[in-house]
């Protein structure tokens, strides 16, 4: 089920929020990562100004219920067609077409940037936040492992310039915020997809087994961080 074009653009918003029903691997790693994130931010956001560049189908968004304002950013207007869907009875919510580099927001109290660090430049995404956060704004990060400090992960692919780039996140954060929490799961590798019933033990039990290490050498697909602004 294809929900992104050659150049990585979505495409098909309902593909992207079904991705899970097609690939056992993408519902094993989404099942590990959705509730997490979602009590994360469901905690976070309470009476709170709640940004989320690069908001997708608002997904997680849907999760800062209690939230003040929300403010849900993203460039692809197939994605923000369904995320106006979901935030229909959020009457706080605002949801904006534009472009992370461009966009103009309020200061925040609770930034959310999930899924986007692989799409739009580090350094420009960072600005960004440091723009519209204040001392004690909270900021979610999650990015593909490739960008963690150790960098054991290297791509093939359209993430090779990503892999070339080892802590990068840390290092954009490391003057202006302080790291309060890290996380990782989702310890999984390529198996066609036919087979993926096969490999899913394997995970499950790499996982279980590596849980106590993750946060010394991350070994999951993704990594979350979150910071407080200095």
């Known amino acids: 089920m294809k929900y992104q074009d050659k150049n990585f653009k979505y495409t098909d918003a309902e593909a992207y929020d079904k991705r899970g029903e097609s690939s056992i691997l993408e519902n094993y790693v989404l099942d590990l990562w959705q509730p997490f994130l979602k009590k994360v931010i469901g905690n976070l956001s309470n009476g709170q100004v709640v940004i989320d560049l690069g908001c997708g189908t608002c997904e997680y968004a849907q999760a800062a219920g209690n ?21 229909r009875n959020f009457p706080q919510a605002e949801i904006i077409n534009a472009s992370v580099a461009d966009v103009s927001l309020p200061l925040a109290d609770l930034v959310v940037t999930i899924g986007v660090w692989e799409y739009v430049r580090p350094d420009i995404l960072f600005n960004k936040i440091k723009e519209i956060t204040r001392k004690d704004s909270k900021v979610i990060v999650v990015f593909p ?73 991350p070994a999951g697909v993704n990594i979350y961080y979150l910071f407080e602004r200095k």
């Open 67 to 87: 939230a003040k304002k929300i403010y849900a950013v993203d460039i692809a207007e197939p994605m923000l067609k369904i995320c106006r869907e979901k935030l």
């Open 145 to 217: 492992n490739i960008y963690n400090d150790l960098n054991w992960m290297r791509s093939l692919g359209k993430m090779k310039t990503a892999a070339l780039m080892p802590g990068v996140v840390k290092k954009l954060f490391r003057n202006d915020f302080v790291m309060i929490d890290s996380a990782s799961f989702g310890a999984v590798f390529w198996f066609p997809k036919k087979l993926q019933f096969l490999a899913k033990p394997i995970w499950k039990l790499w996982d279980l087994l590596w849980k106590p290490f993750q946060k010394f050498f």
